[in-house]
């Protein structure tokens, strides 16, 4: 590391920029891929900033006193040096992949093709990983693309066999045997909103709040010959999210999920990934190791792709759901209060005393350990200020984001104003008992049945509540079990039981 970072330091001070400093760094390491990815790569994906005083960088490119522990490289004042972009990262996506599991995505895909691959491609290669994993499978044609040109002057050191270029992963680029990758994931708040809009018309069945992997994993499979392979790392929620629906009714229905694994954690960045590999027009066919038909898939709504799924659990939801009624027609179910306003921050709305004009309020945490604040209710100050009557009749509280953890709810008859971090419950009628309904969200089976049709995590945005089953002849007989109720087996119940508790 420490020659790629001389190197880096010397061509920035000559002014060659990012993308000259990144190649130069890369040049150190030629002929050596895996430490070209290893070194240059992690400076790639830095800014140039000017040292303000003196200062040492450690190995993992860490600002220290020029004297510190592990300092390898010392910059003067006033000198560019490499700084962790990590904003840039986040809103390009660029999270580079462990060489590991870039080798065994290639593998994967390799075993499985109906085809022999002699060409593969990554369309948003960044600093060349899968690159050099297919060169080295011994594929004979690869190609890779990314808008970034520091990562891409790394790529082209690293993978000198293949052809690197400048383009748009979302424009397809000819047919391969095989694309390989681990595309941006970009949520929603992070997009270009043009770059939005064009995709909507572009691809009109794109729904909700979109991650960029969505239309990037749809130009993959229009890249691809039949029999070849799209081989991805993609995160895990796009296998389970509403928003990834659209996209996965289509690829249960015409291609061959082959491997699925994961969730599991990707270095550097905060959200689990899945590998998700697909043989191009080879299906509907028997989704990975889940025992379960893409067929059978095709008949949940949401059709999730997850590796948990099992023999008998489409059969199992489609019997609660028979039997059952979805919360949403019950009852309004909203998330809480936006309590910033477009012309105010937070906390001139929120504050610590009671006075006229203020409504009792709390956010997920505060609510849950019995803290409460006081809001200024003022809806045209607000963002997405919500109808009093949601908070001030009795309503039941979810703690919206729980990831894995139980779900955490209860009843509220203060009228407390709760903030955006919970989702609110509030029945349409008197007769619907709120006690009942809190069982529901709460039961441990009814968790289950969410980690069915949306995988491990276990949050709860308005439209996973309003989606929960609630069986018609439970709610007028207060003894029933919900197992009973839902009509399903003591088999049925232990599996829900089981996954419910996490199990
Ligand atoms: C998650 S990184 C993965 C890089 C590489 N495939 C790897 O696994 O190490 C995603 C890459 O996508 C690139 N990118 C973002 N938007 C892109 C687009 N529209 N077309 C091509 N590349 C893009 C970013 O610059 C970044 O290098």
Redesign the pocket.
């Known amino acids: 590391m420490q020659q790629a970072l001389e190197a880096w330091l010397e061509a920035a001070a000559r002014g060659e920029g990012r993308v000259g400093a990144a190649r130069a760094a890369a040049e150190v390491d030629a002929g050596r891929p895996w430490e070209v990815l290893a070194h240059a790569g992690l400076l790639a994906r830095c800014r140039v900033e000017l040292a303000e005083e003196d200062l040492g960088l450690t190995r993992g490119l860490k600002l220290r006193k020029p004297d510190g522990a592990g300092v390898i490289a010392v910059v003067r004042a006033g000198e560019p040096y490499p700084a962790w972009d990590k904003s840039g990262r986040r809103s390009?996506?660029?999270?580079?992949?462990p060489p590991e599991m870039?080798r065994e995505t290639v593998a994967r895909a390799l075993d499985v093709a109906r085809v022999r691959v002699q060409s593969g491609m990554?369309?948003?290669?960044?600093?060349?990983?899968?690159l050099v994993a297919m060169c080295e499978a011994g594929i004979a044609e690869v190609r890779g693309?990314?808008?970034?040109e520091a990562?891409l002057a790394v790529a082209r050191v690293a993978a000198p066999d293949a052809r690197v270029e400048r383009?748009?992963?979302?424009e397809p680029r000819g047919i391969v045997d095989l694309v390989a990758?681990?595309?941006?994931?970009?949520p929603p708040e992070r997009q270009d909103k043009q770059l939005r809009e064009r995709l909507r018309a572009r691809f009109p069945w794109l729904r909700g709040r979109f991650d960029?992997v969505v239309p990037f994993v749809a130009v993959a499979m229009q890249s691809v010959r039949p029999g070849g392979v799209v081989s991805l790392?993609l995160p895990a929620a796009a296998m389970v999210q509403n928003y990834g629906a659209p996209l996965r009714r289509q690829l249960a229905a015409h291609h061959h999920v082959t491997h699925l694994d994961g969730p599991m954690p990707f270095p550097g960045a905060s959200v689990d990934v899945v590998r998700l590999v697909m043989v191009s027009e080879d299906g509907p066919a028997m989704v990975a190791d889940t025992g379960v038909h893409a067929e059978e898939l095709l008949r949940l709504e949401h059709v999730p792709l997850v590796s948990s799924m099992a023999p008998g659990d489409v059969a199992l939801v489609e019997k609660v759901r028979e039997n059952s009624v979805p919360l949403g027609e019950l009852a309004v179910v909203d998330t809480g209060v936006v309590a910033h306003g477009i012309h105010g921050s937070k906390d001139r709305l929120i504050h610590d005393e009671p006075a006229p004009g203020r409504v009792c309020y709390a956010d997920a945490r505060g609510f849950f350990a019995g803290e409460r604040r006081w809001l200024e209710y003022a809806p045209d100050r607000m963002h997405r200020a919500k109808r009093p009557e949601m908070f001030e009749r009795p309503k039941i509280v979810i703690q919206r984001l729980r990831g894995s953890g139980p779900v955490r709810a209860e009843i509220d008859r203060d009228g407390v104003y709760v903030g955006h971090t919970c989702t609110v419950v509030t029945p349409e009628k008197e007769r619907v008992p709120l006690e009942r309904l809190l069982e529901l969200v709460r039961s441990p089976l009814a968790s289950g049945l969410i980690r069915i049709e949306r995988g491990a995590r276990l949050d709860l945005y308005p439209r996973d509540v309003a989606g929960l089953p609630v069986p018609r002849t439970w709610l007028e007989q207060p003894d029933m079990p919900l197992a009973e109720a839902w009509g399903i087996d003591e088999h049925q119940q232990a599996r829900l039981g089981q996954l419910g508790v996490g199990a």
């Open positions: 390009r996506g660029a999270f580079d992949t870039a990554d369309p948003a290669c960044g600093t060349g990983t899968f693309s990314d808008l970034d990562a383009a748009d992963a979302l990758g681990n595309p941006p994931f970009v960029l790392i």
